[in-house]
């Protein structure tokens, strides 16, 4: 296994200012070409050359610079924020509060809305896969290294052969991760399987990791008698008891008050565990901006249904498990858009790491698109959750290379050559396979047999899938209720009568 003797957790804010001090810092990534030289990461100190390099590593186009530039709706405060660390011993001058001594101040400042550096974004690799010199990391065995690249390759043939699936007709729907194969692998490999998994749904990965079959797959996408769900969910939404994965649903967001109710369970039974609950950058602003959840909400409401007012739980996710103490990691990938929506039509804040600090929760940006940086924040967040007791918030910045989903055409609303820089200069795949590489211990015969032999896999699971029987219909109307109420007798005699009616509208593979 890997070793990690480096950092005792309860030390790492410490550590990480330590690092910060130093020009830790000058080699992560500053996300914003725009700021210059890097004077908002390093606090106005001059950057080695080879550091200049890390960041600002390509020629910006255009349209990438607008999408950067969006991102730059984060306004940094002209004034300091210095006056907040300003403590005070004397009584007069203080106020005893519930949490500490406030110190009374004549000088009316209000706190500024963001502060002028960005929060760094702690990576290890390179955007070419070399190891960053001095970079704090943990490290891997071959044995886990291997393992790792193979799931994430596994994952884009899954999403290749999938997507065209859905194209052909063959499966309703289908949702790529391209471009966060390194946040699902690494992140799943840092855990220990009795670590309970509360997923959005770009984080397939996590189950492929722990041992989901392709067979388990594609039963569940071709909603066969095989699939879990037994044919009742749309593709995608998995689901395993036995690795420890909530089955997703797709309420955005709904999975972090459970993932916090949850945790706080594995607490009080003194479990060695934590909840890791997954959440994209629209699940952390969902209702407030989202105005497509405020008219589902709006709607359910006018239907009488006020317990569906589902809102902000990302918030409340975080503050219950604050209060509570909960061992959960919040892992958010902002991914830049929520369907069509940017980052920057979603909150005005430093991404969503800041918020950590708000509701008394450590926090870190790390750059999702190196599987190492991940696997070690992942780590050093489980070992904190589990030993102290406490919840983590991860920040992964990245990129949704694909659509949204295959009912998405995302070039009707952002630029191509944004997608393709991503895809290529930035891809997460391509970049832990170099580093594999220069260690030895992956060759280009190695990857031409592992490329042919999922595919060879996958498809044959495919088949079998969509040979494999449907669930029977009256599966619709079980699994609620030990007795099932009228109503639901009701609505299963009249979609039987409604079949028997139109028998060519309905699916012929059916069983009646
Ligand atoms: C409560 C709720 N509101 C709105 C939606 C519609 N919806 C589905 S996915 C999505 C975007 C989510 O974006 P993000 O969380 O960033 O995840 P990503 O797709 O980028 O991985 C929205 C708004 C929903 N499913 N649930
Ligand atoms: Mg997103």
Redo the contacts with the bound molecule.
Sequence with gaps: MANWGRISSRTIGNHIRKRTNQGFIGSTVDINPSSGSSSALNGGRSVSDQNRRYLNPLPWSRATLSWFQRFKSTVAAKQHDSFLSSDSDDDHLSLDFPGGKVSYTCDMNFISESSQARVPCYRVLDDDGELIKDCDFQQVSKEVAVKMYSKMVSLQIMDTIFYEAQRQGRISFYLTSAGEEAINIASAAALTEQDIILP???EPGVLLWRGFTLQEFADQCFGNKADYGKGRQMPIHYGSKEHNFFTIS?????QLPQAAGIAYSLKMDNKKACVVSY??????S??ST?T??YF?CLLQFAHGYPNCF?QGDFHAGLNFAAVMEAPVIFFC?N?G???S?NVSEQFRSDGIVVKGRAYGIRSIRVDGNDALAVYTAVSAAREMAVNEQRPILIEALTY?VGH?STSDDSTKYRQLDEIVYWKNARNPVNRFRNWVQSNGWWSEQEETQLRNSVRKQLLEAIQVAEKTEKPPLSDMFTDVYDYPPPNLEEQEKHLRETISRHPTDYSSDIPL
């Design positions: 959005q749904y770009r797709s309420p955005i967001a709904t959440i994209g950058d629209g699940g952390t969902e209702v989202l497509i959840s589902i589902l990938r991914n858009w929520a369907i929506t949704r949204h």
